[in-house]
């Protein structure tokens, strides 16, 4: 029996939104202790690798399998999909946090807002690539990153310093799942842009007030 399109469509966007949280589970081996930062991220790395050869096949190759089917969008068709970019974003903030720029503490929340806060967001809102998501979509957004980040940060740097640094981490996200950018006539996905921008903004206020 086939679906009627609105309906598939649903079930298409709860399956990417399924596929989405499951991100969260990424830090949850270094949080239980099992393995250490650098072996998350290199874990992250190499998961980037794994999708840029899926892409390539998809994009290059022309390989046409039932689950890009089911969870791509249109506008990925000819483009990097969501996935892949989330992949990225990811490695990129554990990488970062192997540095001295930030720690495993600022990183681990600013994945969480991409896994649970912003498959909330897409479920609230119903905008096009290119357009703004509604003012309560921000408010949800911003509420998900503060819960997520502020049991990593008030431990860490105390109640006030760290309900700052857990503000500007959520501000920066909230912006980047709220309003698309656009570069050069390209729409940065979200993907790519919420945990950089999130660990940007706290890393910042960490070196700032701590």
């Known amino acids: 029996m086939t679906?009627?399109?609105a309906t598939w469509r649903e079930r298409v966007e709860f399956e990417r939104r399924l596929v989405h949280a499951s991100g969260t589970l990424y830090p949850v081996p270094y949080l239980l202790g099992w393995i250490s930062w650098a072996e998350t991220a290199a874990l992250l790395v190499a998961s980037v690798v794994v999708v840029a050869i899926l892409e390539f096949l998809r994009i290059v190759v022309g390989l046409d399998h039932a689950v890009y089917r089911a969870l791509t969008r249109e506008y990925e068709t000819d483009a990097v999909a969501g996935y892949a970019l989330y992949q990225v974003s990811t490695a990129a903030v554990a990488l970062v946090a192997t540095t001295p720029v930030a720690t495993p503490t600022l990183a681990v929340p600013t994945m969480w807002?991409?896994?649970?806060?912003?498959?909330?967001?897409?479920?609230?809102g119903e905008n096009g690539p290119r357009e703004a998501k509604r003012p309560l979509v921000?408010?949800?957004m911003f509420a998900v990153s503060l819960a997520v980040t502020l049991p990593f940060t008030v431990p860490a740097f105390g109640p006030t310093v760290g309900v700052a640094v857990a503000v500007a981490g959520a501000v920066p996200a909230t912006i980047a799942d709220g309003i698309p950018p656009i570069v050069y006539g390209v729409v940065l996905d979200d993907n790519l842009t919420i945990p950089p921008a999130a660990l940007?903004?706290?890393?910042v206020a960490a070196?700032?007030?701590a």
Not at 113 to 124: E, F, K, Q, R
Not at 200 to 203: E, F, R, S, Y
């Open 200 to 203: 940007a903004g706290m890393a």
């Open 138 to 140: 921000w408010a949800v």
């Open 113 to 124: 807002m991409l896994s649970v806060g912003d498959p909330i967001s897409g479920a609230l």
């Open 207 to 209: 070196a700032a007030l």
């Open 3 to 5: 679906l009627p399109a």
